[in-house]
């Protein structure tokens, strides 16, 4: 059975770049690896979560994906460059199907 796509390709149109940063290099800065370059649906919504510490952390907006950007890793951390503004990744989330397949990918922003 097909099931529909929630986050279709044709309302994607924003450019951005995914950097996952992890381990460090030989002059101590992070290692940055690109897990995804292309079109995502950037909405700039502001609102206030809070934080296992019970901080209040403000998120800038979040970014949605068609399908999974990220297959091999099932947290994405790191930050987005969306429109030539920096974004840091505040939390992941994979949408998945009844059979199991990624039907999209939402990445809040801080």
Not at 2 to 13: A, G, S, T
Not at 50 to 72: M, N, R, V, Y
Not at 91 to 109: C, F, H, M, Q
Request: glycine letters at 10%; one cysteine or more; hydrophobic letters at 30%.
């Amino acid at each position: 059975m097909k099931f529909p796509q929630l986050v279709p390709e044709r309302v994607c149109k924003t450019p951005c770049k995914v950097y996952r940063t992890d381990g460090l290099n030989r002059d101590g800065s992070k290692k940055q690896t690109v897990i995804f370059e292309g079109k995502c649906f950037h909405s700039e919504k502001s609102r206030q979560k809070l934080s296992a510490e019970k901080q209040l952390i403000t998120l800038s907006g979040e970014a949605l994906f068609c399908g999974d950007i990220a297959p091999d890793n099932a947290v994405i951390e790191g930050y987005a460059v969306i429109g030539g503004r920096t974004y840091k990744i505040y939390g992941s989330e994979k949408a998945k199907d009844p059979d199991g397949r990624v039907n999209y990918t939402r990445l809040e922003l801080i």
